[in-house]
Nanobody, 123 residues
Framework: QVQLVESGGGLVQTGGSLRLSCVAS????????LGWFRQAPGKEREFVSA????????LYSDSVRGRFTISRDNAKNTVYLQMNSLKPDDTAVYSC????????????????WGQGTQVTVSS
């Protein structure tokens, strides 16, 4: 089973940018599709984006499409989430997750999770 560690969160003003990273270890990284999810206080976990094992296909939620970009570097065992034009509604704990090969928007389909990184967007 793969282990995941996120980094890159922080405090940013509205309109700013952040890049999140998620480094994997413990299994062959290229076996996995990777997803980013977020959870704001008092709200359910929400799908943000996902990418196939080779980066050939991606998914985005409607709320982030056009502002966020997911990518991966299999040589570095890392998946990234570039977040631009950030809004206060983007404030949440962002977690990466892994599942074998196939993309999914459903958090229940992912078996491995990182601990999360806090993103706070001030107005």
């Amino acid at each position: 089973q793969v282990q995941l560690v996120e980094s890159g969160g922080g405090l940013v003003q509205t309109g700013g940018s952040l890049r999140l990273s998620c480094v994997a270890s413990g299994d062959l990284f290229s076996n996995y599709a990777l997803g980013w999810f977020r959870q704001a206080p008092g709200k359910e976990r929400e799908f943000v984006s996902a990418i196939t094992w080779n980066g050939g296909s991606t998914l985005y939620s409607d709320s982030v499409r056009g502002r966020f970009t997911i990518s991966r570097d299999n040589a570095k065992n890392t998946v990234y989430l570039q977040m631009n034009s950030l809004k206060p509604d983007d404030t949440a704990v962002y977690s990466c997750a892994a599942r074998y090969f196939v993309l999914s928007r459903e958090s229940s389909d992912y078996g491995a999770w990182g601990q999360g990184t806090q993103v706070t967007v001030s107005s």
